[in-house]
């Protein structure tokens, strides 16, 4: 296959990537989980427009702002058009999240052509494209969705490369990926371990400098929002440990938690 050829492909998987996720955007109302509304969405209503309902996890201080800040962020324009009806900006949002997830497929692209050619980057990207959980959680502004898309587009950058601008954002988007799902710390670490081992000092050293300072620039965030830096990674964890999953920072490996992965994901239910 050549170069012209994938990338018609590549352009005709997203294009009909975007216009599933358009029509996810605009024909269905439904949430997954109560965190979308209530820790995301009406976070950043309140953040932007100054009034809404407070849920205990932001008066006890559990959750970072991080992520209703980035949904925040594509709300001020609304604000600034006096659209301030949900009817209006959660629609909107979802459809500028479906746009925003296509990173995501090109990112999952360039990593399956780097790592085995032209046709596996295109199956990887028609995957993502098209997988029915991929595309529904695409348009929520969850921190799983972040953080994933975060994560996939610093392993696009930065594997099989050398270049210092390159490690260097991939270090940023890995302390991001964190930062947003603390989960997935031991996943950053040991990537971001693979990515400088056996490079140039110089570039080791200004990857792990962006690594840093965006970590402590997340620990700066709760400073400023909660009072504390990292106040709500040691409740979310400290709660965690005594109220929710006995001693762990997820849920827990039971076979409970893998009949239920097998259930909404192996099943396709």
Request: glycine share 8%.
């Amino acid at each position: 296959m050549n170069d012209l050829t994938g990338k018609r492909i590549l352009w005709a998987i997203l294009s009909g990537g975007l216009i599933l996720r358009l029509a996810l955007a605009l024909f269905t109302d439904n949430l997954s989980h109560p965190d979308e509304n209530f820790q995301i969405f009406e976070q950043a209503h309140r953040l932007v427009f100054g009034y809404g309902l407070i849920p205990w996890e932001f008066r006890y201080s559990v959750r970072s702002w991080l992520t209703p800040g980035l949904t925040a962020f594509f709300l001020y324009p609304f604000k600034w058009l006096g659209w301030d009806s949900p009817n209006i900006y959660i629609p909107a949002i979802r459809i500028i999240l479906g746009v925003l997830s296509l990173w995501l497929v090109y990112s999952a692209y360039l990593l399956g052509r780097k790592i085995a050619g032209m046709k596996a980057g295109l199956v990887a990207a028609f995957l993502c494209a098209f997988w029915y959980e991929i595309a529904y959680f695409s348009i929520r502004p969850l921190s799983e969705v972040w953080a994933t898309t975060f994560f996939v587009a610093a392993l696009a950058i930065s594997y099989r490369e050398s270049g210092v601008l390159r490690f260097v954002t991939a270090a940023f988007l890995l302390a991001l990926t964190a930062a947003l799902r603390i989960q997935y710390l031991p996943l950053v670490i040991l990537y971001f371990i693979f990515i400088i081992y056996g490079i140039e000092i110089r570039k080791a050293a200004l990857a792990t400098l962006a690594l840093v300072v965006t970590i402590v620039g997340a620990g700066a965030l709760d400073a400023v929002t909660l009072g504390k830096f990292y106040e709500s990674y040691v409740n979310y964890i400290e709660i965690n440990q005594h109220f929710s999953f006995g001693g762990a920072i997820s849920p827990r490996f039971s076979s409970e938690f893998f009949l239920s992965l097998g259930h909404s994901s192996l099943y396709l239910h």
